[in-house]
């Protein structure tokens, strides 16, 4: 089964570019049927989907975030990797990794908290 | 954009009750409709997917149906470990998540 692990700074200043790993084990990014997706859950609201990509390359991203957020892969290192640029208080959340899979399925990280501040 | 409204946004109710919420699509997603529940300090995870079936290894007191834009979530027999938020989930276009809801005892 594969499992998912975020890493990366827990603060974040204004204006900056927030990044964040995920490291996949117990599978490959290279899995054709896998996609691999990042989402966020704002302090004590609901889930927000922020994009994925596949083995491909293609990526998709939520239309509000599209100008700032990029989502790529590193094969080698089995990780894959978000960046959001600009950030302000209102990016401050907890950001899971996840894998999808058939029927649109997916499978989380455990989760990090960013918060933006100053 | 398609847009998921579930209801309610939370409830409370007694082990043993049958406890039932709704997703309502904004357009047509067919069976692209999962669910899940999400535990206080835990990542979600998933129970239903397709509409209606169940995820292995999830008990069959949970159950989903629906099709099209009107989809429902059951839980047969509450049990005191189902206190959680509850989810929906389209997979049609992209992914997006309904407003989720608390189910407390």
């Known amino acids: 089964q594969v499992q998912l692990q975020e890493s990366g700074p827990g603060l974040v200043k204004p204006s900056q570019t927030l990044s964040l790993t995920c490291t996949v084990s117990?599978?490959?990014?290279?899995?054709?049927?896998?996609?691999w997706s990042w989402i966020r859950q704002h302090p004590g609201q609901g889930l927000e989907w922020i994009g994925y990509?596949?083995?491909?390359?293609?990526?998709y991203y939520t239309s509000s975030l599209q100008s700032r957020v990029t989502i790529s892969l590193d094969t080698s290192k089995n990780q894959f990797s978000l960046k959001l640029t600009s950030v302000t208080a209102a990016d401050t959340a907890l950001y899971y990794c996840?894998?999808?899979?058939?029927?649109?399925?997916?499978?989380w990280g455990q989760g990090t908290l960013v918060t933006v501040s100053s | 954009d398609i847009q998921l409204t579930q209801s309610p946004s939370s409830l409370s109710a007694s082990v043993g009750d049958r406890v039932t919420i709704t997703c309502q699509a904004s357009?047509?997603?067919?069976?692209?409709l999962n669910w899940y529940h999400q535990k206080p300090g835990k990542a979600p995870k998933i129970l239903i997917y397709?509409?209606?079936r169940l995820e292995t290894g999830v008990p069959s007191r949970f159950s989903g149906r629906g099709y099209g834009t009107d989809f429902t979530f059951t839980i047969d027999s509450l049990q005191p470990e189902d206190i959680a938020t509850y989810y929906c989930?389209?997979?049609?276009?992209?992914?997006?998540f309904g407003g989720g809801t608390r189910v407390e005892i």
């Open positions: 996840a894998v999808g899979y058939g029927s649109g399925r997916l499978d």
């Open positions: 117990g599978g490959t990014l290279r899995n054709g049927g896998y996609y």
């Open positions: 990509i596949y083995y491909s390359g293609s990526t």
């Open positions: 357009q047509d997603i067919k069976y692209s």
């Open positions: 397709d509409a209606s």
């Open positions: 989930q389209q997979y049609d276009n992209f992914i997006v």
